[in-house]
């Protein structure tokens, strides 16, 4: 059984940083594409940056340059740096495990479900 479980949300002023952690179980975690997803209440969830099982990476164009997400194999460990916050980041911040991560990131196809999400953790950015 997928088990995704995030944490590193909080609340912090714009401008500043946060670092957010995601521990996956239950797969072949090195083999799997991972991402990040942001949803806020009434609106549609938007895909922030994935990251395929050989290193490459996609993000949003709304927080490129801004974040970095990687991965450690060895901990089965998913992470995404977000400097430069702004209070149009402030959302619940979702971890997930999915082939087509990548694309949808990039806006190149739709993904209506996921192979597998955490139960998100809360980022607020105050101005």
């Known amino acids: 059984q997928v088990q995704l479980v995030e944490s590193g949300g909080g609340s912090v002023q714009a401008g500043g940083s946060l670092s957010l952690s995601c521990a996956a179980s239950g797969y072949t975690y090195s083999s799997y594409c991972m991402g990040w997803f942001r949803q806020v209440p009434g609106k549609e969830r938007e895909g922030v940056a994935a990251?395929?099982?050989?290193?490459?990476?996609s993000y949003a164009d709304s927080v490129k340059g801004r974040f970095t997400i990687s991965r450690d194999n060895a901990k089965n460990t998913l992470y995404l740096q977000m400097n430069s916050l702004k209070p149009e980041d402030t959302a619940m911040y979702y971890c997930?495990?999915?082939?087509?991560?990548?694309?949808?990131?990039?806006?190149?196809?739709?993904?209506?479900?996921?192979?597998?999400w955490g139960q998100g953790t809360l980022v607020t950015v105050s101005s």
């Open positions: 990251i395929d099982s050989d290193g490459s990476t």
């Open positions: 997930a495990a999915d082939p087509n991560l990548l694309l949808w990131v990039a806006g190149l196809v739709s993904l209506d479900v996921l192979d597998a």
